[in-house]
């Protein structure tokens, strides 16, 4: 117990990208001739899948928070800015059990913003600052399976009675 087998993916991987990042500064100071580092093998990291709010999940928020935090829950659901982006503040002086939600953390009224955007059809990764990868891999479970749109897409490109066959994780319809 306590080893390196304990830690989790994610903090190897950061732990593995601070040590890169000094390794780098002494190369370019000409320290170290090569960054061992550069080349080292993370471990994949598994994304838990994002669950932004729900609507009553809101009004509960809405409801709970003390009236000076309204503008900081207004601008995490309305802007997705970060906790520190819209306040400042750290978790412990925002108390999510009043709202009935012991899990949540304010990061998620930005996945709810972003939630919102791409089910309102707006591509957010501009908005968030993410690269179009990330924003996918973070949100594409969210995105419904669309089959008549892309068959109207089909049509549209290559003609009326062009056959279509769409496939959604494994069955074919």
């Known amino acids: 117990m306590g080893g390196i087998a304990d830690l ?14 000094l390794l780098e500064a002494a190369l370019v100071d000409g320290l ?14 598994e994304r838990e899948p994002v669950t932004p709010f729900t609507d009553g999940e ?5 409801d709970a928070v003390p009236e000076w ?16 982006e819209a306040t400042g503040l750290t978790l412990d002086r925002i108390d999510f059990l009043r709202a009935g939600l012991p899990e949540a953390k304010f990061h998620t009224t930005r996945h709810t913003f972003a939630s919102t955007l791409l ?3 707006v591509s957010a ?20 399976a669309d089959h ?17 066959i769409a496939v959604s ?4 319809s």
């Open 8 to 21: 989790r993916a994610r903090t190897i991987t950061q732990a593995t990208r601070y040590l890169s990042a």
């Open 32 to 45: 170290i001739v090569t960054n061992p580092a550069h080349r080292a093998r993370r471990p994949r990291v």
């Open 58 to 62: 809101i009004a509960a928020l809405r």
């Open 69 to 84: 935090f309204t503008v900081a829950l207004t601008l995490g659901l309305g802007a997705g800015l970060r906790q520190a």
């Open 119 to 121: 089910l309102g059809g």
């Open 125 to 144: 990764a501009e908005y968030l600052g993410h690269s179009p990868g990330v924003l996918l891999a973070t949100y594409a479970h969210l995105l419904p």
């Open 148 to 164: 008549e749109r892309a068959r109207q897409a089909i049509e549209a490109a290559f003609g009326e009675g062009s056959r279509v």
């Open 169 to 172: 994780r494994g069955s074919a």
